[in-house]
């Protein structure tokens, strides 16, 4: 809360500034609030079977699921951040851009693709027995796709960019000349790397980390179609197959419990990191790779891209085109509207309560403002299937309560107007992604010098109109950015929609679903390649950003801050 002598040292418009970031604030909290209320006082308390049956299963699903694919991504992410930032070998600069492009890809379309591939009855297995002359699957040994190391692989393949483009921008930001004493000093290249370069890079390896943890904890559709038992999926069966929302409720707060520690964990291994690094040259090309580690490096960027990118689009394009006059019904132009107009509405709305976010941080940068907005921005941290339950308690709340007011005061029910309506879906996607977005014009706001403001106040404007008339086109980049993200992270958000869609409403994320859970991929190819496309376009974004970083010359500091989430 913002101290009483701090509120009287605050003019009326400064009041209503802070007021107005504290009621975002509460918004983003309702749904957190109502799932800890849910879970400690729930119609039916089902912890205790909880407990002796199911939880440990999913805890433990979840931490090997999550350990898995932290393993994988830190190793494809650094390592392909390393080769093609301080090595030279061919095609190197088509794989600075070309690997962060598995970001376009969701998780669960991946996950299709490969089953329809690699499954007994997929092309893999059956050009095989024909060449090797196998009948059944006795005669031979091939891995199971739809298995525990099949969702790590899956899930690892799509997310290992988060890592490659944080790491990636810590080695482009270090100082060669200290690479260059450490191998004056008889460090061998890879002593380098391990001495040098990966300490310093530590903090934003660990950022990258927890956001790939993050999203593997949100992610439904991969493991559920692996039949992968994890937490997200226990929600998802507990309030749907189960029909107990308390109980959902009480796998939720587990869930946040982890998400709580992955935060705590993250903080302390950048806790302390402090390098202040003077850029007066840009010396990252010191390795030149020849003979087989040259086709070694190549080739494992070149996996990477094919298994996470190529592979996919190839796939998919192919179903959509092949099953063209097939598949592309009436029905599926209504399902693309409902995802864009959904994903505009979410975008619109997070840029707005972000750059109102944003502003009343840069008005009033107390300690107390800034918390405030740094709690609004938590609901990234937050799985979808939480998300969805944290959203319908207090919705589903107002409208009973709406509903029995008029119907003992007016004699007619209004039935559920927010709950099971594309409003709930809307405000799950704001405070999902409302980091995003605030993110993104925080970054654009601090780039404005604060003697612009001062001027526009000299000149009679008030904050609102400073905001408008100044700020608002400066940040039009920002704007623009956070918004486009948020539209394509919302075109692929499948938990909170599968559950908090009306009855009859269809996105494109929970068409693809439907289809491809029921072995139908021909049919869900035309959407799941859409969601693809549209996903590229943060991808150009991600790769013109860290373009314009080469060239750079200044001090940098990286110190241990709070996760921007």
Request: glycine share 8%; aromatic share 12%.
């Amino acid at each position: 809360m913002i101290p009483v002598s701090s509120l009287s040292r605050l003019n009326v418009s400064g009041l209503r500034w802070v007021l107005l970031v504290a009621t975002i604030a509460l918004l983003v909290a309702l749904p957190v609030l109502s799932i800890f209320w849910l879970a400690f006082f729930p119609e039916e308390n089902i912890w205790p079977h909880l407990l002796e049956t199911v939880l440990f299963h999913y805890v433990f699903a979840t931490l090997v699921l999550a350990f898995g694919v932290a393993m994988f991504t830190l190793v494809a992410g650094v390592g392909g951040a390393w080769l093609v930032t301080m090595c030279r070998f061919p095609g190197r600069r088509f794989f600075e851009w070309a690997l962060l492009l598995p970001f376009a890809v969701p998780a669960y379309v991946i996950a299709y693709v490969y089953t329809d591939l690699l499954e007994y009855a997929g092309p893999v297995q059956k050009l095989l027995r024909d060449w090797f002359g196998w009948q059944t699957a006795r005669d031979y040994w091939f891995p199971e796709i739809r298995s525990m190391g099949g969702a790590i692989a899956m899930l690892s393949l799509v997310l290992y960019p988060y890592v490659y483009m944080l790491a990636r921008a810590a080695f482009i930001e270090q100082c060669g000349s200290i690479r260059a004493a450490s191998r004056s000093l008889g460090c061998t290249p890879w002593q380098s790397f391990l001495r040098v370069s990966l300490p310093m890079a530590r903090p934003a390896i660990a950022v990258g980390l927890s956001l790939v943890l993050m999203e593997t904890l949100n992610d439904f559709g991969t493991v559920d179609f692996f039949a992968v038992r994890t937490l997200s999926v226990g929600i998802y069966d507990t309030w749907l197959s189960r029909g107990n929302l308390g109980g959902a409720a009480q796998i939720a707060c587990s869930t946040l419990v982890f998400v709580v520690l992955l935060i705590a964990l993250e903080r302390r291994a950048r806790a302390g990191q402090r390098h202040f690094v003077l850029l007066t040259s840009q010396s990252r090309d010191n390795y030149q790779l020849r003979g087989w580690r040259s086709l070694a490096a190549a080739t494992f960027c070149g996996l990477l891209l094919l298994a996470g990118f190529g592979v996919p689009l190839l796939v998919l394009g192919n179903y959509a085109l092949g099953s063209f006059s097939s598949y592309w019904s009436d029905d599926f132009f209504p399902i693309a509207r409902n995802s864009f107009l959904l994903s505009g509405a979410a975008a619109l709305v997070t840029v707005l309560l972000g750059l109102l976010l944003a502003y009343g941080k840069r008005l009033y940068p107390k300690r107390s403002v800034k918390s405030l907005v740094g709690f609004a921005k938590l609901g990234y941290a937050m799985p979808g299937a939480v998300m969805a339950i944290g959203v319908l308690i207090p919705l589903a709340a107002f409208d009973n309560a709406l509903d029995t007011l008029l119907r003992e005061h007016f004699g007619f029910s209004t039935g559920l107007l927010l709950s099971g309506s594309v409003f709930a879906i809307v405000f799950a996607y704001t405070v999902r992604f409302l980091a995003v977005s605030a993110g993104a014009i925080e970054s654009s706001l601090d780039k404005v010098t604060p003697s612009m403001d001062r001027a526009a106040r000299s000149l009679g404007r008030n904050s609102w109109q400073t905001l408008w008339a100044v700020h608002f086109p400066l940040v039009r980049a920002g704007l623009l950015s956070g918004a486009l993200v948020v539209f394509v992270d919302c075109m692929k958000e499948l938990p909170a929609t599968l559950l908090l869609r009306p009855f009859g409403f269809d996105t494109l994320a929970t068409h693809v679903y439907q289809f491809a859970s029921d072995e139908m991929l021909e049919r869900s190819a035309p959407g799941a390649l859409m969601i693809v496309l549209v996903g590229l376009l943060p991808v150009i974004l991600l790769s013109r950003s860290m373009g314009r970083r080469k060239g750079e010359v200044r001090v940098e500091l990286m110190e241990s801050e709070a996760p921007a989430v």
